[in-house]
């Protein structure tokens, strides 16, 4: 288990990928949006609905941030494209 916990915790401190750090700032603004629908006086359902968009932006942002940039040695320094 504590190899679990290191593997995580480098993770967290790696580098972000830029596709992951975009996807970390769209999270920021879906749990925004979904914070501040819930500040309004909306009806009940609205509400969870807000709730909601509120979790799913703050499960972007963790999940991005667990992302790793990793180096592609196996191509030798060729160009197969």
């Known amino acids: 288990m504590t190899c ?7 993770r967290f401190k790696s580098a972000v990928p830029l596709f992951f750090r975009k996807v970390q700032a769209l999270g920021v ?6 914070a501040a629908l819930q500040a309004l006086n909306l009806p009940p ?17 963790a999940v991005a941030q667990f992302a790793e940039k990793t180096t592609n040695n196996d191509n030798n320094g060729t160009n197969h494209s």
Request: no cysteine.
């Open 4 to 10: 679990f916990f290191t593997e995580a915790y480098s």
């Open 29 to 34: 603004s879906v749990a925004a949006l979904g």
């Open 45 to 61: 359902k609205l509400a969870a609905i807000a709730g909601y968009v509120a979790v799913a932006g703050g499960t972007m942002v």
